[in-house]
């Protein structure tokens, strides 16, 4: 069992990438232009509230506080947020915006990734948690600016769909 924990823990990360690859090479012209100004948007302030919110908040790994090995080898430094969680979670919602069922898929797989970094004793849950809400700001930020934007250039915005 330690070796599915450290699997999905360490490099399920990698298919949430290969599945918003996927689905950016198989989605129209126009929508893969929002997709790439959200991701890298997106992105920035996931990584600006990330570094903000560890700078306020540490959490001291489990292993270190429980003097045990963990299941995947990590640095015993500030395990808030989960920064394998908060990509998940980050591509998840993103591509939540433009399908439901694959931004839910890519959802289940940012759980997964937190609950089996939970089980390598390397995060406690409210590091999972806190990196959901870092995504989810990210994306609604990045959001309602977009919609901002549309708002006030109706024009440069005609040929753009609603994300």
Not at 22 to 38: G, P, R, S, T
Not at 63 to 78: C, G, K, L, R, Y
Not at 86 to 109: D, E, P
């Amino acid at each position: 069992m330690h070796w599915l924990v450290k699997f999905v823990g360490d490099y399920f990360f990698l298919l949430s990438l290969a599945i918003v690859a996927v689905f950016w090479f198989l989605a129209k012209k126009d929508e893969k232009l929002a997709i790439v100004w959200q991701l890298l948007f997106g992105g920035a302030v996931a990584l600006l509230l990330s570094t903000v919110a560890s700078s306020l908040y540490y959490d001291t790994r489990p292993f270190v506080t429980e003097h045990i090995v963990p299941i995947i080898a990590h640095s015993a430094d500030n395990g808030f947020p989960s920064d394998h969680t908060l990509l998940t979670a980050f591509l998840g919602f993103t591509i939540y915006l433009h399908s439901r069922v694959v931004g839910g898929i890519l959802l289940l797989i940012a759980l997964l990734v937190g609950v089996a970094r939970v089980a390598a004793h390397i995060h406690h849950p409210i590091d999972i948690a806190g990196s959901f809400v870092i995504a989810a700001l990210s994306v609604a930020f990045v959001q309602l600016l977009a919609f901002g934007w549309r708002r006030a250039h109706p024009a440069s915005a005609r040929s753009q769909t609603p994300a």
